[in-house]
Each structure stands twice: as structure tokens, then as C-alpha cells.
């Protein structure tokens, strides 16, 4: 079966850090651009970050800028979320997500995770 599995979400004080993990089973992420986009019950879900196939490349969404690190280990098969100096506005559902050669968007992936909770609150 093929799918991403996110970890690492949980309940953290506001400042704290976090570090989520996306798991590939049943394909292969080396051709594969990686996303993380987060979503508050009643809006839209928002795109937070996204690496290339290779690492090489990085972007971030103004809210996470200087505050996350995307990161890849793809001999592990695995990518990253490093989040630090949280805030209650990071409070979401986080999912990974997945797109043959370039970074995903909300209506074109190939690869959607059931996504993992994050809550910063004190």
C-alpha cells in the first residue's frame, strides 16, 4: 500500500519546537517534491513548506520563514518538519504530501498523509 504516515505532532508551549516526520511506504520519494500544508478546522488548508526531489531546493511560506526547516533523508525514505518558536497561530493539522518532480498544491499531488495534530497553547 502506498501511503505517507506523519508523526511527531503533540502539545506544545508557546516557543517550543516541534519536529514532524512523514514516513513513505510502498514507493520510493527519490522523484518525488515533499509539502507540508496545515489546516484549522473551517479554513482552507495553507501550504507551509516544500523540498525537492534532490533537497537542493527549499521554499517557505511567509509564516514559516526563519522558523521551520524542511528536510529530506531520502536513503530513509523520510522528510522533515523542524518547527521552533511556535505560536498558538501554528495550532493545525499538519499533513505531508507528495508530487512526482515538482512541489505539490492542494488540487495537484500525488500523495496525501492523514496528517498529524499540532496544538500551542500554554
Known amino acids: 500500500q502506498m501511503q505517507l504516515v506523519e508523526s511527531g505532532g503533540g502539545l506544545v508551549q508557546p516557543g517550543g519546537s516541534l519536529r514532524l516526520s512523514c514516513a513513505a511506504s510502498g514507493f520510493s520519494l527519490d522523484s518525488y517534491a515533499i509539502g507540508w500544508f496545515r489546516q484549522v478546522p473551517g479554513k482552507e488548508r495553507e501550504g507551509v513548506s516544500c523540498i525537492s526531489s534532490t533537497g537542493d531546493n527549499t521554499i517557505y511560506a511567509t509564516p514559516a520563514k526563519g522558523r521551520f526547516t524542511i528536510s529530506r533523508d531520502n536513503a530513509k525514505n523520510m522528510a522533515y518538519l523542524q518547527m521552533n518558536s511556535l505560536r498558538p497561530e501554528d495550532t493545525a493539522v499538519y499533513y505531508c504530501?507528495?508530487?512526482?518532480?515538482?512541489?505539490?498544491?492542494?488540487?495537484?499531488?500525488?500523495?496525501w498523509g492523514q496528517g498529524t495534530q499540532v496544538t500551542v497553547a500554554s
Open positions: 504530501v507528495a508530487k512526482i518532480r515538482q512541489c505539490p498544491s492542494r488540487d495537484h499531488y500525488d500523495y
